[in-house]
């Protein structure tokens, strides 16, 4: 949730031009990242989780790429904070992940 914070925070001074743009992309992908962790843990099964967990990763790496195109562009001039952000939700998220690939196995 922190990392859809600050994606909108960072995306606010974007330019005018950008809202269908870029900050669109970039707050759609935060967002997918958290949802897709929500919508797997609310699904029955281990496999559906993990399946969501990976999803969710796609959508961190898709913003990863974004927060880079959007700095390359200028549009922000820091982007260590984020991608420190970035860099320890996707900890989380595969630990996560290992966790459950982990109490998957043993319940076998």
Same mark, same amino acid.
């Given at each position: 949730m922190e #990392?859809?914070?600050?994606t909108y925070k960072i995306t606010s001074s974007f330019p005018?031009?950008?809202m269908y743009g870029l900050t669109n992309q #970039?707050?759609?992908a935060s967002v997918?990242?958290?949802?897709n962790i929500a919508e797997g843990s609310?699904? %029955?099964?281990?496999?559906?989780l993990l399946?969501? #967990? &990976?999803v969710s990763l796609g959508s961190l790496a898709e913003l990863e790429t974004q927060i880079e195109i959007a700095y390359r562009l200028s549009f922000i001039s820091d982007v260590e904070d984020t991608f420190q952000l970035v860099t320890e939700t996707r %900890? #989380?998220?595969i630990g996560?992940? &290992?966790y459950i690939n982990k109490r998957q196995n043993t319940d076998d």
């Open positions: #990392l859809v914070e600050h005018a031009s950008e #970039l707050r759609r997918s990242v958290v949802s609310g699904r %029955k099964f281990d496999k559906e399946y969501f #967990l &990976n %900890k #989380l998220i996560f992940r &290992n």
